[in-house]
């Protein structure tokens, strides 16, 4: 298994580990493979092929000198471990480019590699030039199975010309987390928004006006900002926040790790996620996991986790004022929020449990292990 294994955090480090971690290992023998560099500090457009330059130089140089070992010792790797599949995680920019590479090392070994691609997929298609788009077209077409997380992503890459072996598997989450019941939350309001590294394509400055239009407003509720690098910290207080009187319902926190962020999950009532770009965010389903109502933008495979007035909002991109008036609805009606949250925890039970989800990639693992004659 081929992607960012921690200290990296996010989605896919958090996919891998659940796989890894599921019923799946007592069936196959799992040997990660890491592609991750050091972490960049203090960056909140994580996005966009000039995202390497924004670590810093020597984070650029230790970087590139990791990324070269991994590539060179790869062919190693595949030469004494001999896989039976190589199941490669993409996403966009750079990191579906080095996938490719890895995808390309599988099928030079002769051993079957199965692509999932995850990230803004489409937003990096949408980008390239004409040229570069034919390129991706012919990567697409180089493993033996691709994975992609949704219907809209499976349409998007039939008319891109993958269709043989294309499954559409969502991500999961593992069972040791479900909640049978709502946790219990007290207090007034809590609306929770976790950025991380891309907090600008997670929609941090719609967040922040959105704030404030509520205060104007006399709309009142806690909002919890987590994982927010400093540099997403001074854009706040240069937004006016605490000039605007609401620096005492703001609390903002940096680096959390994972059972940091479900405490906190736990705690508060309304999930905030007005991306620019998702594949299938592992976000929005730790939030259903802890019966959060859910605010989200119509990207990626979003429509099809939340049902729009049923599990939550949907609201347009870049839209801070539809985003405060989703928040003010249910910051003003408890009981609905509340409704929404337990349908969630429901929902999440019944479509994203390892138990519903993973047989479906041991399919898939056990089918490109018959064609390949192994």
Request: glycine share 8%; aromatic share 8%.
């Amino acid at each position: 298994m081929v992607g960012p294994l921690p200290p990296t955090r996010g989605g896919v480090t958090t996919y891998m580990l659940n796989v890894m971690g599921s019923f799946l290992n007592e069936r196959f023998t799992f040997l990660p493979f890491t592609t991750s560099r050091p972490p960049k500090k203090n960056v909140a457009a994580n996005w966009g092929y000039t995202a390497i330059l924004r670590g810093g130089v020597m984070r650029l140089i230790s970087g590139a000198l990791i990324t070269l070992w991994h590539v060179l010792i790869f062919p190693f790797v595949m030469l004494i471990r001999r896989p039976a599949v190589v199941h490669v995680m993409a996403s966009d920019y750079l990191v579906f480019w080095e996938a490719t590479y890895y995808v390309m090392m599988a099928r030079l070994f002769r051993r079957p590699a199965l692509l999932r691609v995850g990230g803004g997929f489409d937003v990096f298609y949408a980008d390239s030039s004409p040229r570069m788009k034919r390129m991706i077209r012919g990567a697409l077409q180089l493993p033996d199975g691709v994975i992609v997380l949704s219907d809209y992503w499976r349409e998007m890459f039939a008319e891109l010309g993958r269709t043989k072996n294309l499954f559409v598997i969502y991500n999961a989450v593992g069972e040791d987390v479900l909640l049978d019941a709502p946790p219990r939350r007290e207090g007034r309001p809590i609306c929770l928004f976790l950025a991380g590294p891309e907090a600008l394509r997670k929609g941090s400055r719609e967040v922040i006006a959105a704030i404030a239009l509520l205060e104007k407003r006399g709309i009142h509720a806690e909002h919890r900002l987590l994982a927010i690098p400093p540099v997403v910290e001074e854009e706040i207080h240069r937004a006016g926040i605490s000039r605007a009187g609401i620096s005492q319902t703001v609390r903002i926190q940096g680096s959390l790790d994972r059972q940091e962020v479900v405490r906190e999950m736990r705690q508060a009532h309304i999930f905030l996620l007005p991306s620019h770009g998702e594949g299938f965010p592992n976000s929005l389903l730790e939030a259903m996991t802890a019966h959060m109502a859910a605010i989200a933008t119509r990207v990626g495979a979003v429509p099809e986790i939340i049902s729009d007035g049923v599990g939550g909002i949907l609201i347009p991109t870049g839209d801070a004022e539809a985003l405060a008036q989703a928040m003010a609805t249910l910051i003003q009606d408890p009981q609905r929020c509340e409704a929404m949250g337990r349908h969630n925890g429901k929902s999440v039970r019944e479509r994203f449990a390892n138990s519903v989800v993973l047989p479906k990639l041991e399919a898939v693992y056990r089918q490109l292990i018959e064609e390949s004659g192994r």
